[in-house]
């Protein structure tokens, strides 16, 4: 049975790919990067260990003793574990790497964990290899259509969050009346949702779309309950994402919460 690495950040998205590694076949062994990693993920991997990511060295010796040989990385992490100080140090290896970087852009630092991983025989592969039935194609995921106004913020909130994506700061945008109310960046999809949607006093449309040249062995976008919830406490009435580029979440949850808050969600 051929053994991976699952370096598994925040969300339910880590659980769901474990456990469509364990149905193909695959032994899986999560490192929980970070403390508020999903607790059920416990209960679908072959091991598990919580390992700090700022700790490359202990995640390394964590596979290499485990024999694996492949890994990939899914959840959330942000960058401003780097600035907050209410996290791990570095430990002297990531510290090395980090100082080296040309810039702290999210496709720097990642490609970096992904080199340093490589070099210890664990090669990265495709993010999305396991999970990609959880990609929605074209069209309407709920029972309400978008409004045309709505529609129309779609489709101009998709190109803000491509242009972002291009840019590597982030992959949300939320807008009203095709003017942009918040860009994501280091604080992440919620925290930009709420910022936005209180500017827009109601009414917003999120959205959520991949770089132009995504590498799908991290970070690609994906939204989920949380998703949802955020965008319900602001009064957000939309949710916009790329089809077969995004990833959806607990989508039976997601679609019963975004019926009950009148909320329209669009493959687009």
């Not at 260990?49 to 485990?66: D, F, M, P, T």
């Not at 972002?164 to 918040?182: E, F, I, S, W, Y």
């Not at 132009?212 to 976008?221: A, K, T």
Request: hydrophobic share 45%; glycine share 8%.
């Amino acid at each position: 049975m051929e053994k991976v690495g699952l370096l598994a950040g925040v969300g339910h998205l880590p659980v769901e790919c474990a456990k469509a590694a364990s149905r193909m076949g695959y032994e899986v062994y999560a490192v929980a990067l970070l403390p508020e990693v999903d607790p059920e993920l416990k209960t679908c991997v072959a091991g598990y260990k919580a390992i700090s990511i700022a700790r490359l060295g202990e995640i390394v010796a964590y596979l290499k003793e485990q024999q694996a040989q492949k890994v990939t990385m899914i959840g959330k992490v942000t960058k401003e574990i780097l600035f907050s100080g209410q996290h791990e140090q570095p430990d002297a290896q990531m510290m090395q790497l980090i100082m080296s970087l040309p810039d702290r852009k999210d496709d720097t630092l990642m490609l970096m964990f992904v080199r340093e991983l490589a070099k210890e025989g664990l090669q990265a592969f495709d993010q999305t290899m396991l999970i990609r039935m959880l990609m929605p194609q074209r069209g309407t995921v709920t029972q309400r259509e978008p409004t045309d106004a709505e529609r129309t913020d779609m489709d101009f909130g998709i190109k803000m969050a491509r242009e972002l994506g291009r840019l590597d700061v982030g992959q949300t945008a939320v807008v009203k009346n095709m003017a942009v109310m918040a860009l994501e960046a280091i604080e992440g999809t919620d925290a930009c949702i709420e910022r936005g949607g209180r500017l827009a006093h109601g009414g917003a449309v999120v959205a959520k779309a991949a770089k132009p040249n995504q590498d799908l062995r991290f970070d690609v976008p994906a939204v989920g309950l949380k998703t949802i919830e955020s965008m319900a406490a602001v009064g957000a009435t939309a949710l916009v994402i790329e089809a077969g580029k995004t990833l959806l979440v607990d989508k039976e949850k997601v679609v019963a919460l975004a019926e009950a808050k009148g909320i329209t969600i669009v493959a687009m």
